[in-house]
């Protein structure tokens, strides 16, 4: 999907609105003491919905937005939702899953990738802090609240981008089968 | 085509990689009044007065969500509560019952030390059995022919006698209570030191009965009876002397003598037996005395 003017612009403030969301509500609720993120749940959607390069390009945008937002160190989470957008992006490119947990699975990979991957840096770029079974235990909570939202998030999300969305891969093949796109009888 | 857009999907995302690494770069490279750092917390100023509004735009709903929360920190604590109250009640349970058995064994070290039981080399057992029936005052005590418990030895607790042994196994001892419709022990006032014998009132349990009383009439409302112990040698009895049986309830005054009825009421509550004492001895002030064995 190459993406448009007012697609952009959707984006632009799905984006946003996702973030400010994000920060001063979702970010604020902890549930077993971690707070959701929806972040690269929003991310792995629009890779999936759209593509590869929207969804990489979303994923920096939105990370460049957190960063910002968040004063932490700029590039970062740019760099890590770039990777997942764009990991979303190919999967629907290279396989386009029609199966309705997809969005699930998905987002629970993005989160893991996000979690740890925003760890790893930290890391690398010398944050004196161990490696600790408390930090494990956050991640995989993370991980767990997130696949949990991942569905209704994907929802919203579809819905907010449907006008400049080709259609999705189940409606498109079953339309295939019912008007003969598919069926064995087209081709005689 | 295809290639066309395998190399502009390569780019953009080599693009994006590069200027996230160069901007990690630039920003971790400068110090806190570099140019990132001003377009971040400009970014942030501009920034600052949306989130505020967000934030008590959406307020009610995280207090809704916070509410939610908050109810199940409670629920987890107040599981946690009742769990630590049924601990607490059952830790209650076992002081009540341990003062209980202090109480017990106070009782019995005073009447071995103060009482004088000490001399009878008594065995203290547990009751573990009671009998059912109203019309077979027994208990069960834990003690038995091994630790030196023989039958018609007598019985006592804190308060005072409470029965004889009535029979006995390897490990375990059957106890007659005084209120036994076969029990029967030599008897005197403890005060007007008139001689009776003491036995149970039949069809009334509980209540035992002061009888062949020589004068019946100097025995009064409240007074002590105690056991006589051997008053001869050639009859010797099975109880020492001096152990508390009751305290006298009320006497029937009857036509006669024979007619007068004195009531005792026992000074041990035979309804709340938990330790014993069984006098393994009972005789001993009779052989100190004549100095044999009876």
Known sequence: VTPTGPAIARLALLGLLGCILQLTAVAQITIFGVPADLSPLLVCSVGLLMGSVPGALFGFS??????????????????????VGYGAGRLRELRDPAHALVPVAVGAIGTAVYAIGFSVMQFLLGVDAPVSLLLVREILLVIVLNTLLALPVHMLVRRWLSP????????RRRRAYTTGGLSPLSKA | MYDKAVRRRRAVLAVLVALSLTLLTAYFGESSSGSLHGVQRGA???LAPIQEGANRVVKPFRDLFGWFGSTLDAKSQRDKLKKERDALRLQVTQLQVDGSENKTLRGLLNINTGGGMKAYQPVIARVF???????????????GSSDGVRPDQPVVN????????????NGNAIVMLLTDQEFGVSAKAARSGEPGSINPAVGAPGDLLLELVPRGKLVTKGEHIVTAG???????????PGILIGTVSRVDQGEGELDRQIHVSPA??????????????PNTDLVASTGKSP
Not at chain 1, 67 to 76: E, M, P, R, V
Not at chain 2, 160 to 168: A, E, F, N, T
């Open chain 2, 268 to 281: 041990a509550d035979l309804r709340q037996l938990e330790y014993l004492e069984v006098l393994t001895k």
């Open chain 1, 62 to 83: 939105v990370g460049l937005f957190v960063d910002t937002a968040l004063l932490q160190t700029l590039g970062i989470s740019s760099l890590v939702l770039t990777a």
């Open chain 2, 230 to 240: 051997t008053v001869s040698t050639r009859l010797p009895s099975l109880f020492p």
């Open chain 2, 129 to 143: 059995a009671r009998s059912p029936s109203t019309w077979y005052s027994t208990v069960e005590i834990n003690k």
């Open chain 2, 44 to 46: 942030m100023e501009v």
């Open chain 1, 164 to 171: 400049f969305l080709p259609d999705d891969p189940r409606r």
């Open chain 2, 158 to 169: 804190g308060q005072g006698l409470v029965g004889k042994v009535k029979s006995v196994s």
